[in-house]
Each structure stands twice: as structure tokens, then as C-alpha cells.
């Protein structure tokens, strides 16, 4: 009788000891996580922070562009006899140019949202892979296909430069979207 009462607390300590250690490990994994979101944290942050100043630098050029095309249009409109009608050309050709590099860098403001991302052939999930949202997917030389999250084809083109290939295309994720693509791409997010 003597025995069995020994081996009680033993399988006790044992018990004990069993969950000493999963806590330890448990604890261990916990700090590995966190130490690895933080990371990822401030490496999100620093990309923000990048895009933000792109996209005001951006701003402001649209800015100086806008400021310059109001001075000119206005020069324009001081000069209405016929002897400036080569001053009223160059100056309707200097707004065409303004207005052209403007609206380049407008679009290319709202296609700086985000930074581009290039992916190998392969597959990938949005809300896994990148967040969701909508996208400018190009650089691509085959097949570009998305299921949705209930094997729903819901996007299949091919990306690349031939006639009948598509060189861009816009499209919301969702989560749970997959790509299957058979050759390496590029998405930007956009607004």
C-alpha cells in the first residue's frame, strides 16, 4: 500500500511538470509571434510613410502645373487681336502640354495607393498573400486566372503584349480570391 501512495505524487509531479513545460513553450511561441508582428509593423509603417511622401511630392507638382496653366490661359486671354495668333498658338500648345503632363501625374497619383508588388507564377490568395482591394495587374506573359473563395472562375485572361493578349487589367479582390498564374506578374493597389 505503501507503493501506491509513493507513485501518487510522482504521476502529480509529472502531471505538473508536463505543464510546466507546454506554458514554457507556449510563452516561447507567444514572444516569437509578437517579436515577428512587430516587424512586420514597422516595416508596413516605413512603406506608408514612403508612399505618403511620393504622393505629396505629387501633389504639389500638380499644384505648381495647375498654377502655371491659370497664367498662361490668363496671358492667353489678354492677347485676342489677330496680331498674336502665334503667341495664342504657342500658348494653346504650351496648356495642351501642361494639361497632358497634369493629367499623367494625376493618374499616376491615384495608382500610387499602394506600392507594386511582383509575384512569380504560381498560386495566391488575397487577404493572405496582399490585402484586398482593387488592382492594376499587368506584366504578365500567360494565363491570369481567379476563383473565388468558392472555386467560382470569376477572372481569366491573358496577360502580355501580342494582339489578343491584355497588357493591364483592373480588378477587386475579395477574400479568399486565388490567383492562378502561370507566369510572373505585377499588381498595383489603386484607387
Same mark, same amino acid.
Given at each position: 500500500m505503501r507503493s501506491k501512495e509513493?507513485? &501518487?505524487?510522482?504521476? &502529480? *509531479?509529472?502531471?505538473?511538470? #508536463?505543464?510546466?513545460?507546454? @506554458?514554457?513553450?507556449? @510563452?516561447?511561441? /507567444?514572444?516569437?509571434?509578437s517579436i515577428n508582428q512587430s516587424r512586420n509593423y514597422i516595416s508596413l509603417k516605413e512603406r506608408y510613410s514612403k508612399v505618403k511622401k511620393e504622393k505629396e511630392e505629387y501633389?504639389? %507638382?500638380?499644384? !505648381?502645373? *495647375? !498654377?502655371t496653366i491659370s497664367d498662361v490661359q *490668363?496671358?492667353? *486671354?489678354?492677347?485676342? %487681336?489677330?496680331? =498674336?495668333?502665334?503667341?495664342? /498658338?504657342s500658348l494653346n500648345s504650351e496648356i495642351s502640354n501642361l494639361t497632358a503632363q497634369r493629367d499623367s501625374l494625376q493618374s499616376?497619383? !491615384?495608382?500610387l495607393d499602394g506600392q507594386p508588388q511582383n =509575384?512569380? /507564377?504560381g498560386y495566391y490568395t488575397a487577404g493572405t498573400n496582399f490585402p484586398t482591394g482593387r488592382y492594376k495587374i499587368y506584366n504578365g506573359s500567360s494565363n491570369f486566372i481567379v476563383y473565388s473563395m =468558392?472555386? &467560382?472562375l470569376k477572372v481569366n485572361i491573358i496577360l502580355g503584349d501580342d494582339s489578343y493578349d491584355t497588357?493591364? =487589367? #483592373?480588378y477587386e479582390f475579395e477574400t479568399g480570391d486565388e490567383i492562378q498564374a502561370d507566369s510572373s506578374f505585377s499588381i498595383v493597389k489603386v484607387k
Open positions: 509513493r507513485e &501518487k505524487p510522482k504521476k &502529480k *509531479n509529472d502531471v505538473k511538470l #508536463i505543464i510546466i513545460v507546454l @506554458l514554457i513553450i507556449f @510563452l516561447v511561441v /507567444a514572444i516569437v509571434i501633389i504639389n %507638382t500638380i499644384e !505648381t502645373q *495647375n !498654377t *490668363n496671358q492667353l *486671354n489678354s492677347f485676342n %487681336t489677330s496680331d =498674336y495668333d502665334n503667341q495664342i /498658338a499616376e497619383v !491615384t495608382q =509575384y512569380s /507564377a =468558392y472555386d &467560382k497588357q493591364e =487589367y #483592373i
